[in-house]
């Protein structure tokens, strides 16, 4: 039985890590189901210039627009895009891997998170990933 909240109760940061949580895993599985095919997870890092803070609180608003840019804990969208280009085309990068910056940082080279999070690496969390995306979209619709 699903429960739902209100909106007003929703914890957004922690729903936002969730997602990602969930679908670097599900990437994951994809990469082993299909090796002939390329899965890359990348995170464009705290990335200033885009609509991602909108939803927050005025400070936290005014906090990621204007002061940490100026505290080199973001980047702009060119390098953000830049990140998502490379998932694409470095054949440095793995399939089946999510890529983001080092443990502690917002920005700068992106590692292999399942050196911080060794569960990313696990193929029973994977597969469990699949199945669980699988049972919510239900009702006959068809993903990969």
């Known amino acids: 039985m699903a429960v739902f909240l209100p909106a007003e109760n929703i914890d957004r940061n922690l729903a936002f890590g969730q997602v990602k949580y969930i679908g670097a895993l599900w990437m994951a599985h994809l990469a082993r189901q299909y090796p002939d095919l390329r899965f890359v997870t990348v995170s464009?890092?705290?990335?200033?210039?885009?609509?991602?803070?909108a939803g927050a609180s005025p400070p936290l608003r005014f906090v990621a627009k204007h002061v940490m840019p100026h505290l080199s804990i973001s980047h702009g969208v060119e390098v953000g895009a830049k990140r998502?280009?490379?998932?694409?085309?470095?054949?440095?990068?793995?399939?089946?891997?999510?890529?983001?910056?080092?443990?502690g940082k917002l920005t700068g080279p992106m590692v292999d998170q399942a050196e911080i999070f060794p569960d990313l690496a696990n193929?029973?969390?994977?597969?469990?990933?699949?199945?669980?995306?699988?049972?919510?979209?239900?009702?006959?619709?068809?993903i990969p």
């Not at 464009?44 to 803070?53: D, R």
């Not at 994977?126 to 669980?132: C, G, R």
Request: no cysteine.
């Open 84 to 103: 998502l280009v490379e998932g694409v085309t470095d054949p440095k990068l793995s399939s089946g891997v999510f890529y983001a910056s080092a443990a």
């Open 44 to 53: 464009p890092g705290n990335t200033t210039g885009t609509e991602a803070a």
């Open 123 to 142: 193929p029973a969390y994977q597969d469990n990933a699949y199945a669980a995306i699988h049972r919510f979209v239900g009702n006959g619709r068809t």
